[in-house]
C-alpha cells in the first residue's frame, strides 16, 4: 500500500531524511518512532504530500506520488498533533467543509459525514462550535477530518497527545478498528500506546531508519539471546548446581529476589533456543519450586533508547 524507496529530504547541507525505505501493507498499524529531529515529520508531510523529496520515490497503492498528486491525497487521510480546526465553526460545518475541499460530491456529503460521525463518536456534539468541544472531541474532530474521504491509509501523528486515561483508551480501540481495512502509521512518543496498538515499528534517527521489524524481535534482536527469569524458592548454590549441567544455557545471572526464601536468576541462551523445558526438568529432578518463570523482554521504551543512543553515541 505504501511503499518508500531511498527517500532523501534536504535543508540546505542539513540532509533531514537519508535514504530511508520501508513498505507498508494494507491492514497494517505500523508504530513511526524516532527522537526529536530525527526526520520523522518531514517523513510524513512527504508522505502525504505537503512536501518533495529531493530523491527517492513514494508510491501509495502502486502510484507514484508526484504522477498524480491530488488523487493519491485522496486516498491518504492525515491528522497532525495539534489538527488545523476551524474554532468558530460547529462539527458539522467543518466536515462539510472538508468533504468540499476533499472534492465529495455535494449529494454525497450529508451520508458520508453521518458516517464518519458515527464512527468516530462525535454525533452528539455535531451542532456544537469546536472551540468549546474537550480535547478529547477535538481530536476525534481531527480524525474525522482525515477520514472524511474513506481513505485507504492514514497517517496519524500523536493522536492521543493531552488526553485523560479514559479518552486515550477510546482513540486506541478506534484506531485498531480502523485499521482492520487500512493502512495506518502511527507516530506518538506515549510508547506503550504504540505497543498496545502496533505490532510492528519503523524507528528513524538521524534521518535514518535503524530499525523495522515486531518490539519483540527487536528486543531479542538487542539482548542477543534468549533469556529467562525466574523466580526459585533454592539457595544460590543449589540452583547453580541444578542449571549449570543443561548445556543451551550460556549463562546465569542472579539478582536480588523480591521474595523472601528465594532467589532470582536470569538464565541465558543462544538466540531462538527455547529453554524452557530443560529448566523445569532440571529443577523438578532438584526438587527447586519453580514460584516464577517468564520470558525476559525490552519494553518498546528500552528498544527505543538502545537505538537512538547507539545512534547518536557513533556520531
Given at each position: 500500500m505504501i511503499e518508500v524507496n531511498n527517500l532523501v529530504r534536504r535543508y540546505g547541507k542539513h540532509i533531514a531524511v537519508d535514504h530511508a525505505s520501508f513498505k507498508i501493507e494494507k491492514g497494517e498499524i505500523v508504530g513511526f518512532l524516532g527522537p526529536n529531529g530525527a526526520g520523522k515529520s518531514t517523513?510524513?508531510?512527504?508522505l502525504t504530500g505537503y512536501l518533495s523529496a529531493t530523491e527517492g520515490t513514494?508510491?501509495?497503492d502502486g502510484q507514484d506520488i508526484l504522477e498524480n498528486p491530488t488523487g493519491i491525497k485522496r486516498k491518504i487521510g492525515y491528522m497532525p498533533e495539534n489538527p488545523p480546526l476551524y474554532q468558530d465553526m460547529t462539527v458539522t460545518e467543518f466536515l462539510s467543509f472538508a468533504a468540499e475541499i476533499k472534492g465529495i460530491p455535494a449529494a454525497d456529503r450529508k451520508a458520508k459525514m453521518n458516517s464518519?460521525?458515527?464512527?468516530?463518536?462525535?454525533?452528539?456534539?455535531?451542532?456544537r462550535l469546536i472551540k468549546n468541544l474537550s480535547k478529547g472531541y477535538k481530536q476525534r474532530v481531527g480524525l474525522a477530518q482525515a477520514m472524511i474521504a474513506d481513505p485507504q491509509a492514514l497517517i496519524l501523528d500523536e493522536p492521543t497527545a493531552g488526553l485523560d486515561p479514559k479518552q486515550i483508551l477510546e482513540i486506541r480501540d478506534l484506531i485498531i478498528e480502523l485499521g482492520k481495512d487500512r493502512t495506518i502509521i502511527l507516530s506518538s512518543h506515549i510508547l506503550p500506546e504504540v505497543s498496545a496498538v502496533c505490532k510492528r515499528v519503523l524507528i528513524i534517527n538521524e534521518g535514518k531508519i535503524v530499525a523495522d521489524d515486531s518490539p519483540e524481535n527487536l528486543g531479542k534482536r538487542i539482548l542477543g539471546g534468549t533469556h529467562i527469569h525466574l523466580r526459585l524458592g533454592a539457595t544460590n548454590a543449589a540452583v547453580t548446581g541444578a542449571l549449570g549441567k543443561i548445556p543451551t544455557i550460556k549463562?546465569?545471572?542472579f539478582q536480588?529476589?523480591?521474595?523472601?526464601?528465594?532467589?532470582?536468576?536470569?538464565?541465558?541462551?543462544?538466540?531462538?533456543?527455547?529453554i524452557r523445558n530443560d529448566l523445569f526438568r532440571a529443577l523438578a529432578s532438584a526438587n527447586i519450586p519453580i514460584l516464577m518463570m517468564r520470558s525476559l523482554d525490552?519494553?518498546?521504551?528500552?528498544?527505543?533508547l538502545n537505538l537512538t543512543t547507539t545512534e547518536e553515541g557513533g556520531k
Open positions: 517523513t510524513m508531510n512527504i513514494v508510491r501509495i464518519i460521525m458515527e464512527t468516530v463518536g462525535v454525533g452528539e456534539v455535531q451542532k549463562k546465569l545471572e536480588e529476589s523480591q521474595e523472601s526464601g528465594s532467589v532470582e536468576v536470569i538464565a541465558e541462551a543462544a538466540k531462538d533456543t527455547d525490552l519494553s518498546l521504551e528500552d528498544i527505543f
